[in-house]
Every structure is written in structure tokens, then in C-alpha cells.
């Protein structure tokens, strides 16, 4: 992927592009849900990790990695990787509302990136790496906006610049790119540890119990 890494983790980064060079993109939008369920779009930089981090949380029934906030319809990885489309890599999860509530997913959320920076997370760069809640309805915005208000005033931090911004287009990103980290276990293991995620998520949060 077109991340900012450590000269082996460009290396690493090339040699995927090529083994999926030639796979014809999915990108289409998806809108359809489980019954009874219900949906949240997240965006916290590298989609792979968002969605893992997404599908270990009890309650919640799948995460698809895609794009969305930008102004082209249908793009690609090439094109939002490019930064020229305004998209972010982003994360639709859907969940069982019986399970665990929306407040819930927001606050896992904040706990598994770093919302002290601006168009980027870890090691990667750019706009497309931005972190942002995108709400849905009216009452995800009341419980996200709340969320980061309680953030801002607790002191914690100087600033917190995850946005949060109505949710508009999800196209579903290309199917390589779909729990990339259960079909490729040591290279997602290896991207995760290069770009130093889970050290910086527990310099900010502190250690998991």
C-alpha cells in the first residue's frame, strides 16, 4: 500500500501492489444490512486495521473496508491512495443493536486510534488517513458529537481533530482489500508492527489490561 514506512516496509508495500496489480477493482456502493441490524462508518487511517480491530468487538456481526466523504463516485484504492478523490479509507460496521450500542462502537473507536493528528494516522499520510465518525441520523451525531465533547473537555487533549460529518456515499473498496487480515495474516501482522499502531494507540490510551 502507498503508506509511509520504514525502507522494509516500502519494500513489502511494492511487492503486494504487483501480486494485485492486474485484480480488477469492486468499488461499488452497498447499502443493504442484516435485519435487525444496524450500521456506523468509522474512518481511523489503514482500513486492514480499523476492520480488525471492528470484528473482535462482541456484538458486532461484520466490518467492509471502503471509501467514503469524497466527491468521485466509484473510486479506487489507486485513486483515493492518490489523495485527489477527498476520500477516507473507511469502515462500515454492522452490528446487532441488542448487543452493543452505538455510544459503544464510538467509544471503541476512540480507544483504537489517535485523534491528536490531522490527516494522518501511525505512519500514514495524507487525507485519505484522516480519522473522522460519520454519522448516519440525527442520534449518532447527538451520541458522536457528545462523545467528543466529554474527550475535549476532560483535558486529555490539547486537541482532538476527528471530524464528525454526515455520512454520505460507502463504496466498497476491492475485494483483496476485505479481511485482508484473516487472508494475510503475517504480512498485516508485519504492517501493523511497521507503522507502530499499537504502540502509539497505547501511548495515547495506555497499556490494555
Known amino acids: 500500500m502507498k503508506r509511509y514506512l520504514t525502507v522494509a516496509a516500502i519494500l513489502f508495500a511494492g511487492a503486494l ?20 441490524s444496524a450500521t456506523a462508518i ?8 480499523v476492520e480488525s480491530d471492528f470484528e473482535k468487538l462482541p456484538g458486532v456481526i461484520s466490518a467492509v473496508s ?6 468521485v463516485a466509484n473510486p479506487t484504492y489507486e485513486e483515493v491512495s492518490a489523495g485527489g478523490t477527498g476520500h477516507a479509507e473507511s469502515v462500515r460496521v454492522t452490528y446487532d443493536p441488542k448487543k452493543v450500542t452505538y455510544a459503544q462502537l464510538v467509544d471503541y473507536f476512540w480507544h483504537h486510534i ?4 490531522e490527516n494522518r494516522q501511525f505512519c500514514d499520510v495524507g487525507s485519505q488517513y484522516r480519522t473522522a465518525i460519520f454519522y448516519e441520523n440525527d442520534e449518532q451525531r447527538q451520541v458522536a458529537e457528545a462523545s467528543k465533547a466529554a474527550l475535549e473537555q476532560s483535558g486529555r487533549f490539547k486537541h482532538i481533530y476527528t471530524q464528525i460529518v454526515p455520512a454520505g456515499p460507502f463504496y466498497v473498496a476491492e475485494k483483496y482489500h476485505q479481511d485482508y487480515y484473516k487472508k494475510n495474516p503475517v504480512r498485516y501482522h ?3 508492527y511497521a507503522c507502530g499502531r499499537d504502540a502509539r494507540v497505547a501511548e495515547v490510551w495506555g497499556k490494555k489490561d
Not at 22 to 36: H, V
Not at 42 to 49: E, H, P
Not at 66 to 71: A, L, N, P, R, V
Not at 114 to 117: A, E, L, M
Open 66 to 71: 471502503g471509501y467514503t466523504g469524497g466527491h
Open 42 to 49: 468509522f474512518a481511523g487511517g489503514c482500513f486492514w486495521c
Open 17 to 36: 501492489a504487483c501480486v494485485y496489480a492486474g485484480e480488477k477493482p469492486a468499488a461499488t456502493q452497498e447499502a443493504s444490512t442484516a435485519t435487525g
Open 114 to 117: 489517535d485523534p491528536t493528528v
Open 190 to 192: 508485519y504492517y501493523r
